[in-house]
Nanobody, 124 residues
């Protein structure tokens, strides 16, 4: 059973930073294609960043240059560092994972495993 648990969300002012964490509870972290998504009420879920098993990364245009994604494999943890936050970044952020070897271009929207989400609120 694979479980994902996000943390690190909160409320910040525009221009601030947050780091989200996603701990993967699984026998092995290897071969897990992972990414971050976000969603606001009434809108479709949006892919934010992907981390491929080949260590490649991909970002949504809206966050390029502001967000970075990284892994700490010994800790089974995926991170999303969010800098220069904007009010439009306000959303529930979800971690997703699929047990598959992938590049960052992999379509994770249909991933098997999802966390419960962590709320990020950015005020003016």
């Amino acid at each position: 059973q694979v479980r994902l648990m996000e943390s690190g969300g909160g409320s910040v002012q525009a221009g601030g930073s947050l780091r989200l964490s996603c701990v993967v509870s699984a026998y092995t972290y290897r071969g897990m294609c992972m990414g971050w998504f976000r969603q606001t009420p009434g809108k479709e879920r949006e892919g934010v960043a992907t981390f491929g098993t080949d260590d490649s990364t991909r970002f949504a245009d809206s966050v390029k240059g502001r967000f970075t994604i990284s892994q700490d494999k010994p800790k089974n943890t995926l991170y999303l560092q969010m800098n220069n936050l904007k009010p439009e970044d306000t959303a529930m952020y979800y971690c997703a994972a699929e047990r598959i070897y992938c590049s960052a271009g992999y379509f994770l929207e249909t991933a098997t495993y999802w966390g419960q989400g962590t709320q990020v609120t950015v005020s003016e």
